[in-house]
T-cell receptor, first 114, second 111 residues
């Protein structure tokens, strides 16, 4: 199993450009989520999904869109990038049902917005 | 909104010393988790504590869940350079399944 994969690993954008961060998992996990990590702020939840066709907002959703058309994939879209979105982005997945499930994280995407 | 406060945010110690990291909240959590993150990688789960007062040991690491299920601690005995990394506590928010993280504690263990 590849686990959770993310592409690209690095990306540089100019202000106003759009892009999609890709996330895929091969563990048949129902739950998938996106976090951003900034120095001194831990991981902050952007959006999450409890299954195909179902998404919801996390702590910091503004400026980001998501969709979940399949169990495996959960892309994160930046419609008009801003310098404040410079961060490291992590995708995670887990089973649902118990409130103690282990989250499996991808290796991250380091995004710089100029 | 449930918040998790970790302290200290940064810790630099010598090999062989002991240390404790704290994770506190004003809210009750059904469980708390501790993750460890290496540079350039995603966090990896160390342990989950579920029952108030629960203590779990993982080699030189001891994890405790507070009796009221609002706080947790991570104690490392005789720290080694290989323990260097970012330690994150996390708790599930209500019944939504959302996992909320603390700010993290960066640990540096010098040889």
């Amino acid at each position: 199993n590849a686990g959770v994969t993310q592409t690209p690993k690095f990306q540089v954008l100019k202000t106003g450009q759009s892009m999609t961060l890709q996330c895929a998992q091969d563990m048949n996990h129902e739950y998938m989520s996106w976090y951003r990590q900034d120095p001194g702020m831990g991981l902050r939840l952007i959006h999450y999904s409890v299954g195909a066709g179902i998404t919801d907002q996390g702590e910091v959703p503004n400026g980001y869109n998501v969709s979940r058309s399949t169990t495996e994939d959960f892309p994160l879209r930046l419609l008009s990038a801003a310098p404040s979105q410079t961060s490291v982005y992590f995708c995670a997945s887990s089973y649902v049902g118990a409130l103690n499930n282990e989250q499996f994280f991808g290796p991250g995407t380091r995004l710089t917005v100029l | 909104t449930q918040l998790l406060e970790q302290s200290p945010q940064f810790l630099s110690i010598q090999e062989g010393e002991n240390l404790t990291v704290y994770c506190n909240s004003s809210s009750v959590f059904s469980s708390l988790q501790w993750y460890r993150q290496e540079p350039g990688e995603g966090p990896v789960l160390l342990v989950t504590v579920v029952t108030g007062g629960e203590v779990k040991k993982l080699k030189r690491l001891t994890f405790q869940f507070g009796d009221a299920r609002k706080d947790s601690s991570l104690h490392i005995t005789a720290a080694q350079p290989g323990d260097t990394g970012l330690y994150l506590c996390a708790g599930y928010s209500g019944n939504t399944g959302k996992l909320i993280f603390g700010q993290g504690t960066t640990l540096q263990v010098k040889p």
